[in-house]
């Protein structure tokens, strides 16, 4: 059996439901965001701990019995263990007509380790252009797992997504600037539609200013592959990335 970093194990285990789900429900029914789109779809070398999906057409209920009948099938369970992966416990704390989340603990084969994750679904509409395609090969090749489609934001929307996330959370988070740099460097359209996003830039500036690199690296740095954990190991490093996405706000900004 392979063996992954802890942070693969979560990834897998993402790849695996967004695989299931797909098999239960109209796939142009969701589409996957934050950063397991930028990680599955744009390269990204962030990890991420949890799964966020916008979903309509879909009921409450019927979200609902689907995301419980993957956890509780044998079949989805054998494919974990395949794996390595056992679901140790799982709850449903949030249910409302907007918002639906699950916490799931994992625990890996012939080890102590334990890995928290949450999937989280939003019905709230879907906001920007959404692309229908295959998970990026190289991704699902180290799995070694057969191709897996599913609907997702693309980059200018995902940009978007992340400019707004910055503003309007109330601890700004040092991995969206990250995420923001990632897609400035893979060349993504800087401009922003929204005007309401236009008139809050100078507010999303201040918020990218005030994270330090002591934060950045208690809460990203680990979220990293450890062979880009060395070179991002520096604040001269996240300076040039403060200063990236603050110079990308100011030429957005009206």
């Given at each position: 059996m392979t063996r992954y970093a802890p942070m693969q194990y979560v990834e897998l285990f993402h790849l695996l439901f967004l695989d299931q789900l797909g098999r239960k429900l109209d796939k142009?029914?969701?589409?996957?965001?934050?950063?397991?789109?930028?990680?599955?779809?744009?390269?990204?070398?962030?990890?991420?701990e949890d799964m966020d999906i916008d979903i309509q057409s879909i009921t409450k209920d019927k979200?609902?019995?689907?995301?419980?009948?993957?956890?509780?099938?044998k079949p989805f369970t054998q494919i974990?263990?395949?794996?390595?992966?056992?679901?140790?416990?799982w709850s449903e704390p949030k249910q409302t007509e907007t918002t639906q989340r699950w916490k799931v603990g994992l625990s890996i084969s012939d080890t102590s380790i334990s890995l928290p994750t949450k999937i989280?679904?939003?019905?709230?509409?879907?906001k920007g252009k959404t692309v229908f395609e295959?998970?990026?090969?190289?991704?699902?090749?180290?799995y070694r797992l057969s191709p897996i489609m599913a609907n997702h934001y693309d980059s200018h929307t995902a940009y978007e997504q992340k400019v707004e996330a910055l503003i309007t959370r109330s601890t700004p988070q040092?991995?969206?600037i990250f995420d923001l740099n990632l897609l400035?460097?893979?060349?993504?359209d800087r401009n922003i539609s929204s005007t309401r996003l236009k008139n809050r830039l100078k507010e999303a500036e201040s918020k990218v200013m005030s994270i330090t690199f002591d934060v950045f690296k208690s809460q990203v740095l680990s979220y990293l592959h450890p062979d880009y954990q060395r070179q991002y190991d520096s604040p001269s490093v996240w300076d040039d990335i403060v200063l990236k996405v603050v110079e990308a706000l100011n030429e957005a900004a009206p």
């Open positions: 142009r029914s969701y589409a996957l965001k934050g950063g397991c789109n930028l990680r599955f779809y744009m390269k990204s070398i962030r990890y991420s979200l609902r019995d689907t995301v419980v009948s993957i956890l509780k099938s974990l263990q395949i794996h390595g992966i056992v679901i140790a416990r989280e679904f939003s019905r709230r509409g879907f295959p998970v990026d090969p190289e991704i699902v090749k180290i040092s991995r969206d400035l460097n893979a060349g993504v």
